[in-house]
Structure formats: C-alpha cells, structure tokens
C-alpha cells in the first residue's frame, strides 16, 4: 500500500537550518508529483513546496521560495525539503503528500504522510 | 495568486443532518477545485476532486459541485465520523492555495 513517512523535524533555533525527508513506498516513485504542505498550530493549510514526477520542475509559495530546497532522490524513494534561515512563523507540522495522478499529475494530493513537527524557537 | 474564501466557517448540525459549505474563488478556475477532510490530529484526507469527482472510498453521502468561481461540498445524512474540518484547494495554479477551513461540530 501507499505509504509516505516524514521525518527530520524538531526544535531549531530562528536562522537555523533543517531537513526533512518524505519516505515513499508502494507506488512508482518516479512517476509521481509530490507536496510539502505545512499547518501552523491551530490554523490552516498551506502548501510549501512542488516537486514533478521527474523531479525537473519544481515550484515554491512566496513565503518560502529562497529559503527552502525540494528534491528528490529516485534511489532512495525520498523526497527532501531543506530549510535555512527559519523564522517562527515556519513552525508547523510538516506533511509530504503525493499526487493523486501518475505522470505530470492534477495538483490534487491523495495520500499523505503523518507529519513531522518544526518548531522554531530561541 | 487566488484567494479561496470559505464559509462558513464553524458550522453545528445533527447527525442525520444535511450541511453544505460553500468555497469561493477569487478567479475563475474552472473546476480545478478539491475538498479535503481533517480530523484531528490527523493528516487531511482527499474527498473530492475536480470539483465533483468522487475520490474512491468516500462514502456516496459526500458530493461537490460548481465551477468558475463558486463550488460547494454537501454532505447528506451526517454521521458522527464527519464531524471535522473541511478545507478547499485550488488546483488551477500555482501557488496552490486552500480556504481557511470550516469546522463542522456536533450540535
């Protein structure tokens, strides 16, 4: 079955760095689009991060785009965000998702991970 | 980028109960439109896709519908598993962009 799992969170100071990882499994890696969407305490969602199934393309919300890096790693099935110069206002739980269609896919995300929680904080 | 507007945004109803959640867009994006269910604690959970597909394995009681800028989620026949919070998301362009959540409560 399909399975993605986060991991790398964790308490870090304001201007540090972190990276997560998104461990996918049970479908064809390559051939999938996949997400980073974040969700602060108590608020809403906000999508973070695109990587396409080949991983050529990528694309970022405003709020992160210059701070934040997403790849992927076909080897091993995993998809990273890299993160510098954090800001309190990143902290949140941080969900990788995949998309709902193969190949360049519909930007809808039909699985997810269970999350990994950022918290930024001096 | 487009702003998705949602309301409302707490709602109390039955079970047994129908709701319907409204989801507006602040440009035209045909039906590039989702709804997702989260419970808490929990990751969200694709209900509806392309405005009114029907993601497999969501119960018949959920449907969607709309295009352009207004879309809505109606849920027919509450049960106690539905009550969470339901967000929309445009998938028309990026930056992908979700409504703010309306959370749906037990009367």
């Known amino acids: 079955q399909v399975q993605l799992v986060e991991s790398g969170g964790g308490v870090v100071q304001p201007g540090g760095s972190l990276r997560l990882s998104c461990a996918a499994s049970?479908?064809?890696?390559?051939?999938?689009?996949i997400y980073w969407v974040r969700q602060a305490p108590g608020k809403g969602l906000e999508w973070v991060a695109f990587?396409?199934?080949?991983?050529?393309?990528?694309n970022y919300a405003d709020s992160v785009r210059g701070r934040f890096t997403i790849s992927r790693d076909t080897s091993k099935s995993t998809v990273y965000l890299q993160m510098s110069s954090l800001r309190a206002e990143d902290t949140a739980v941080y969900y990788c998702?995949?998309?709902?269609?193969?190949?360049?896919?519909?930007?809808?995300?039909?699985?997810w991970g269970q999350g990994t929680l950022v918290t930024v904080s001096s | 980028d487009i702003q998705m507007t949602q309301s409302p945004s707490f709602l109390s109803a039955s079970v047994g109960d129908s709701v319907t959640i409204t989801c507006r867009a602040s440009?035209?994006?045909?039906?590039?439109l989702g709804w997702y269910q989260q419970r808490p604690g929990k990751a969200p959970k694709l209900l509806i896709y392309?405005?009114?597909g029907l993601q497999s394995g969501v119960p018949s009681r959920f449907s969607g519908s709309g295009s352009g800028t207004d879309f809505t989620l109606t849920i027919s026949s509450l049960q106690p598993e539905d009550f969470a919070t339901y967000f929309c998301?445009?998938?028309?362009?990026?930056?992908?962009?979700f409504g703010q959540g309306t959370r749906l409560e037990i009367k």
């Open positions: 998702a995949r998309d709902r269609d193969y190949g360049s896919g519909s930007y809808f995300s039909e699985y």
């Open positions: 049970g479908f064809p890696f390559s051939n999938y689009a």
């Open positions: 990587t396409s199934n080949g991983g050529r393309n990528e």
């Open positions: 440009q035209p994006i045909r039906t590039w």
């Open positions: 392309a405005a009114s």
């Open positions: 998301q445009q998938a028309n362009r990026f930056p992908i962009t």
